[in-house]
């Protein structure tokens, strides 16, 4: 039996990240035969590195062979604040510290971990219509090539492009190219994707995030050359405002990739091939957007992201770059959200300084304050380190929400290895230090443009470290394929009911597989549709939709062990049973079944689930 039970899940309220103007109440739990003389909260802010100490009070109350001791503190400002509990004893004293959100007890600080409490403003808040919903992913040179549209204007850079003329044929690696010069195009454009509303209403998506659509020297789009003109091969912008007009229409929204630590060299801005006619950061000293950019040897040698000589880092600091994109009414963030765009997922988001992140939102918000905002961030959002700096993505003044990376690789390790207890710290990890505004606004992926897809990170242990010469022929035999189907169907029912967003990356449905760029990004094949999955997409996306009331907020994980777990949204019991045994659920006795892969036995013992199983029930 456990001498001390603290877990911040349950003993510390609210839960999560904690509003600026409400108090903080703590209980731990002592066993009756642990002598102790008093217990102290010392509470650590991160910022300024002050400590402050207080002690909890014994409860009138116990709990079984346990005394409650408790405190409650006023509330505290925005920030991030690390805690641990001292205990005295009559001639010696000791630390009750964080081991995987549980409580452990030791006696010195050499590995020292601390809870995390995270707090925001009060005033924080997220939009509405996002969550609940179904988003979908385009890399939208990718998609779909409608012959009923022809680019209207000749791109500078043309003459250096390469088009496929096989759609399905393999990319060119860009990851080898010089500077990472994705110079083949297989000429996607958006009259492709709108002549797919009807596609993407069967599967009841609700958002559309466009990888960056404007202009610009290589396929991935992310060398932007004109910040206020779409690519010619996509359309124009009056293309792009009935584009945008015709799926709101729809009730689908469309976010556009923020591309604003780098420009590509082959730009206005920089114009180091002299395809435009400004003169560049490349060309004079004189130019205005010299400043823009930090040569270290001029004009051959500059900060560039990652080395890639195609991609020049911005100085995020100049103000003059600053106003341009965040500048109300002609800035680039408002000019996007005039031609109908309803939110931004930010590139690179840890590249950014403080100051940039907070301007463009109060930019994206001045122009629609339900604008949405996600950036991108790999890591736990809310306690992330970048630059020598903890970030503040979460305290209300930058981020709506990220792309949540951290639970995807919980999601596919759960499936793969079935590690319950590993699967429900790692939810409850973020559940605890987000506020619960950027929590049920995640965007939850299981691939992406940067990502091996989902079949083949199921399919290989080190999908990333798989041999760059063998990526090109990767197929999988008929049995592999069917194995990781099956498990990316469990995977993808995770996905679509923990808090947040779903967001399916375009070709996961239909059985797409690829590594890494450029084999994650192959033209959507629509010849091999592996129709089963696609309706086990559609009928997911239904399920959700029709639900969507109780997928918006709210999220309390019931148990987690032997590969078994079972969590609630709302009325809805979710429970996923991974194992080759059939598992009896005694809280479930009855419900009506909403999804579930097997016919399920209602007995009077409990919800009989059997092996392999996930199902929802209300």
């Known amino acids: 039996m456990q001498h001390i039970i603290f877990n911040p899940i349950y003993n510390k309220k609210p839960l999560g990240s904690v509003a600026d103007n409400k108090k903080i109440s703590f209980e731990i739990f002592i066993k009756k035969n642990f002598y102790l ?3 102290n909260l010392v509470l650590k802010d991160d910022y300024s590195n002050t400590l402050v100490e207080e002690k909890l009070i014994k409860s009138n109350k116990e709990k079984g062979d346990y005394f409650i001791y408790h405190l409650q503190i006023d509330a505290l400002p925005a920030g991030i604040y690390f805690y641990y509990f001292k205990i005295f004893f009559s001639n010696s004293s000791a630390y009750i510290t964080n081991n995987k959100l549980n409580a452990v007890l030791t006696e010195s600080f050499d590995h020292f971990p601390m809870w995390q409490l995270s707090v925001h403003k009060a005033e924080f808040s997220t939009p509405s219509w996002f969550k609940g919903g179904i988003m979908y992913q385009i890399f939208p040179d990718r998609f779909k090539k409608s012959p009923n549209y022809t680019a209207k204007d000749i791109v500078k850079n043309e003459s250096d492009r390469f088009v496929h003329e096989d759609w399905n044929a393999i990319p060119h690696s860009s990851i080898t190219h010089k500077n990472y010069a994705a110079k083949d195009f297989y000429k996607g454009n958006l009259e492709g994707i709108r002549e797919e509303i009807d596609y993407f209403k069967k599967l009841n998506v609700e958002s559309i995030y466009l990888n960056p659509i404007v202009e610009s020297a290589e396929n991935h789009r ?9 690519d010619p091969w996509f359309g124009t912008n009056e293309d792009f405002l009935k584009f945008c007009t015709e799926f709101k229409e729809k009730d689908i929204s469309i976010i556009l990739d923020g591309v604003f630590s780098h420009t590509g060299s082959d730009s206005i801005y ?7 006619d400004s003169v560049g950061a490349y060309n004079s000293k004189e130019s205005r957007f010299y400043p823009w950019f930090d040569f270290n040897s001029y004009p051959n040698s500059y900060n560039s992201w990652w080395g890639f000589g195609n991609l020049p880092t911005v100085n995020k600091d100049n103000e003059d770059f600053l106003n341009f994109i965040t500048k109300d009414d002609d800035g680039v963030v408002n000019f996007w959200q005039k031609l109908g765009i309803a939110g931004w997922r930010l590139d690179v988001a840890d590249e950014f300084p403080d100051k940039f992140l907070d301007e463009i939102r109060r930019s994206a918000k001045s122009y629609d304050k339900e604008s949405l905002i996600i950036g991108e961030v790999w890591e736990d959002a809310s306690n992330k380190m970048a630059y020598n700096q903890r970030r503040r993505y979460f305290q209300g003044d930058q981020l709506d929400s990220v792309m949540n990376y951290p639970w995807r690789e919980a999601i596919i390790n759960f499936v793969k290895y079935h590690d319950a207890e590993e699967f429900i710290y790692q939810i409850h990890s973020l559940v605890e230090n987000y506020p619960v505004q950027a929590l049920d606004s995640l965007m939850n992926l299981l691939s992406s443009h940067d ?3 989902i079949l083949n990170a199921l399919a290989v242990d080190n999908a990333k470290e798989y041999p760059l010469s063998e990526r090109p022929t990767y197929r999988l035999s008929s049995e592999k394929y069917a194995e990781v189907k099956d498990l990316s169907k469990f995977a993808a ?4 009911t923990l808090p947040g967003v779903p967001s399916i990356y375009y070709g996961d449905e239909i059985g797409m597989y690829g590594f890494t760029d450029p084999y994650n990004r192959l033209g959507f094949d629509r010849n091999n549709i592996d129709e089963d999955l696609l309706a086990f997409y559609q009928k997911l996306s239904t399920f959700r939709f029709e639900n969507k ?3 918006v907020t709210g999220f309390n994980f019931i148990t987690a062990e032997n590969g078994l777990i079972h969590y609630k949204r709302n009325s809805i019991n979710c429970v996923v049973n991974i194992t080759d045994k059939a598992k009896i659920i005694e809280s479930i ?9 097997k016919d399920l036995i209602f007995t009077k013992y409990g919800l009989v689930v059997p092996a392999r199983t996930y199902v929802a029930v209300k």
Not at 222 to 230: E, G, V
Not at 270 to 276: A, H, I, L, R
């Open 37 to 39: 003389e008093k217990i």
């Open 222 to 230: 992310y060398s932007t050359a004109d910040y206020f003109k779409l």
């Open 270 to 276: 920089f114009n180091k091939d002299n395809n435009y």
């Open 451 to 453: 990502m091996p897809r």
């Open 493 to 496: 029912f995770i996905q679509f």
């Open 549 to 551: 009331k109780d997928f």
């Open 589 to 597: 006795k009855e419900g009506t079944v909403l999804f579930s892969n």
